[in-house]
């Protein structure tokens, strides 16, 4: 996860929060402004999900985890071709 490390103003909001926030908000279908306030301010939520979305974090962490997978086995690479 990108770190706050070193960078000038507020400390990035918990991780994790955000990342629970911003994936019951894609499992329930709601709009941002109708998350639960449990997860924090939803324009927290929202801004974190585009910065990770431009900036290629989704997909190197969705990488790794597809990597791990298959070295722990979890992961059949069958091809089906008609």
Do not use: C
């Amino acid at each position: 996860m990108p770190s706050s490390d070193g960078q000038r103003g507020r400390p990035f909001r918990d991780h994790r929060q955000v990342i629970e926030g911003i994936v019951y908000r894609l499992r329930t279908g709601v709009a941002w402004r109708d998350l639960p306030e449990s997860f924090g301010p939803w324009q927290t939520i929202w801004k974190r999900h585009k910065r990770f979305s431009t900036d290629g974090t989704w997909d190197k962490i969705h990488a790794r985890l597809v990597a791990e997978a298959d070295a722990a086995g979890a992961v059949e690479w069958n091809v089906s071709v008609d």
